[in-house]
């Protein structure tokens, strides 16, 4: 099953990303701030990362930019 990181802060947005791509039958994680999306991003061998560009404690620009050096191929 393809596996979805949505990293989101908006509650509403997050709800309906998570309600719209598990109705098309894929698992989708949703965490709420930066620094944990990133944590999971590099731990959780997801297919796919949907984030927001601007987020608590880390943006989403650091955040790809993180991942990118660290060789994460998401």
């Known amino acids: ?5 949505t990293i989101e802060d ?3 947005t997050a ?16 965490v709420d701030n930066g620094r944990e999306g ?5 731990s959780g061998n997801y297919d796919l990362i949907t ?3 601007m987020l608590p404690e880390l943006d989403g620009l ?4 993180t991942l990118r ?3 994460v191929a998401t």
Request: proline share 0%.
């Open 62 to 65: 650091a955040i790809v930019t």
């Open 38 to 42: 990133l944590e999971r991003a590099v």
């Open 69 to 71: 050096t660290m060789g």
């Open 15 to 30: 709800r309906e990303i998570v309600a719209e791509l598990s109705n098309h039958g894929l698992d989708v994680d949703w």
């Open 51 to 53: 984030l927001d560009r």
């Open 1 to 5: 099953m393809t596996r979805i990181l």
């Open 10 to 12: 908006d509650a509403v």
